[in-house]
């Protein structure tokens, strides 16, 4: 039984969570993270991906993993491009989030706090829209899926 789209999609982010988490303070282990996400890959079935480890401003590691495509896909390098759709918004909150943390931001400031230069096209809809609405999609702003895929 093939797998659906959807459900690589799935294994694909839980893959990416699952790497994203492994150990990477101390005493870094090349070898440790190339073991764990080719099994990863293994038992979750995904042809190829990359990954990355950044710490601050430095990269520890980046890696190419398979093959672009489970049959005649090319294989993966550093630089090969993935369309990551929606596992971006994770990330976004996740920072933004930390942020909130760090007191540095609330998610009831107003988007324009940040980002002046971000007009809607309603006038009172540029003066009222905060973080918060942004992350919980309240704005009646329009769905841009199409977007990534065209």
Do not use: C
Not at 45 to 69: R, Y
Not at 93 to 121: N, Q, R, T, W
């Amino acid at each position: 039984m093939k797998n659906s789209y959807k459900s690589n999609r799935f294994r694909v982010a839980l893959l990416i969570i699952f790497v994203s988490i492994a150990p990477v303070a101390g005493a870094y282990d090349e070898a440790y993270l190339s073991t764990i996400t080719t099994r990863g890959m293994e038992l979750w079935h995904v042809p190829g991906m990359s990954v990355a480890v950044v710490n601050k401003d430095e990269t520890l590691f980046q890696k190419g993993f398979g093959q672009t495509a489970a049959v005649g896909g090319k294989a993966v390098d550093k630089h090969t491009l993935f369309a990551i759709a929606s596992t971006t918004k994770a990330m976004i909150v996740a920072g933004l989030l930390m942020l909130v943390d760090e007191e540095k931001i609330s998610l009831d400031d107003l988007v324009i706090k940040y980002i002046p230069e971000l007009h809607f096209e309603s006038p009172m809809l540029t003066q009222q829209v905060s973080i918060r609405d942004l992350l919980a999609h309240r704005t009646g702003l329009p769905s841009t899926n199409l977007f990534t895929f065209f």
